[in-house]
């Protein structure tokens, strides 16, 4: 019987085109990719920066593998924490200008330790409704109440903060949001919790190393203060093109989640040789203006090219570059369309986005040229002569 259940809605997901497909790599990532054994140009990966592959990072960690292993052994609080741990987050709360950082495996093991580490059922968490799903899980496990906004809309989150009783408050949100890449409004969000005595988390995975003086994210882009109540998690394996996250902050609140978030208490720690190579890849990064103009320059060549398209591109000045297509089987078909030209752009579907939303998910990196952009922009438009024939 439980076979036939799964038999059953692995079929209603391919039915609705909702079936994902895993494709294999044959090389570095990197905008020339070997996928499913033929080459194509890859506009999918979020290597912003076009570090992932970068010789001095490369090199980082192999230097750091050869001193100090592969496997940390345990977790942080036990014996996993390595030196080159330590040095990572005092580099990344240096350069976020936060007292204190917080190293994490994953972003979504970053995410899943500050919210139920702050709130609990007495508290309520107001969030953004596109969050990502990372933000919503950790919600769920806060057991918060859990308040959603209308995206972006402060008018209406100001009205349910007012109306709250909730012993605690917390504001969550995403900076870039990762499916449509507009920016939170960051300062009107800071001036609420201000107001009504709320924490403020804030995802920054899609808006670190590239937005802000110096790659420092989103926080600097918008020069938030360095408040005790302003949490900020940042990817490590999109810009930085390595792997993990961080938690900044106030000393106390980073202190408090090292002692009570249990997804960094109960898990082993990351390979001290990801750390170490971070340590590069954040020098990367502060010296990677002409990275990150380029990466503007290509997202604004992408925009002009695609602009009589018959589907619409979202208005996001972020290396997220949605085109809105709208049914799961069109949105596919032109994914699999592109393909067979050789160019690799994900077909994203819900749950990831509302029903009827589904869509194209371009995404720019430093390290795409700006003839890669103008092969996607001839095919985008040849697909679209034909769509009309």
């Not at 670190?208 to 790659?215: A, E, I, M």
């Not at 997804?263 to 990801?274: D, E, K, N, V």
């Amino acid at each position: 019987m439980i076979w036939e259940e799964l038999e059953t809605g692995l079929a209603t997901l391919a039915a609705d085109g909702l079936l994902r497909r895993r494709r294999t790599l044959d090389a570095p990532c990197g905008p020339e990719a070997v996928v499913d054994g033929r080459r194509a140009l890859a506009f999918c990966s979020n290597d912003y920066l076009g570090l992932a592959n970068h010789p001095a990072i490369v090199a980082a960690a192999c230097d750091a593998a050869a001193r100090w292993g592969v496997g940390s052994g345990a977790s942080h609080a036990v014996s996993g924490h390595l030196r080159p741990h330590e040095e990572i987050e005092q580099r990344l709360a240096a350069f976020v200008g936060r007292e204190r950082a917080l190293y994490f495996a994953t972003g979504y093991l970053a995410n899943l330790a500050i919210v139920p580490a702050l709130v609990d059922r007495h508290d309520a968490v107001f969030a953004d409704r596109l969050n990502h799903a990372s933000l919503i899980d950790a919600v769920l496990l806060s057991r918060a109440e859990h308040i959603r906004y209308p995206h972006g809309d402060t008018a209406t989150l100001a009205e349910r903060l007012k109306q709250s009783r909730a012993r605690r408050k917390l504001i969550l949100t995403d900076a870039v949001f990762s499916m449509d890449g507009d920016l939170a409004p960051l300062p009107e969000l800071f001036e609420l919790a201000e107001r009504f005595d709320a924490w403020l988390v804030v995802d920054d995975a899609h808006g670190f190393g590239v937005l802000g003086p110096g790659g420092r994210g989103s926080i600097a882009q918008f020069a938030l203060p360095d408040s005790p109540r302003l949490l900020l998690m940042g990817t490590l394996g999109k810009a930085a093109g390595v792997s993990g996250a961080f938690v900044a902050g106030d000393r106390r609140a980073i202190e408090w989640l090292m002692q009570r978030a249990r997804s960094y208490i109960f898990t082993t720690a990351s390979s001290p040789l990801l750390a170490a190579a971070l340590l590069v890849g954040l020098d990367l990064i502060e010296q990677g203006e002409d990275r990150r103009s380029h990466l503007r320059r290509l997202i604004e060549r992408l925009r002009s090219g695609l602009a009589a398209l018959p589907w619409r591109l979202s208005p996001s000045s972020t290396a997220i570059q949605p085109l809105l297509i709208g049914g799961n089987e069109a949105s596919v078909r032109l994914s699999e369309q592109l393909f067979s030209r050789g160019l690799w752009v994900p077909a994203i579907r819900p749950p990831t986005v509302p029903a009827g939303a589904a869509r194209l998910r371009i995404s720019l990196s430093a390290a795409h040229s700006d003839a890669h952009v103008d092969t996607l922009v001839a095919a985008l438009r040849d697909c679209a002569r034909r769509d009309r024939a």
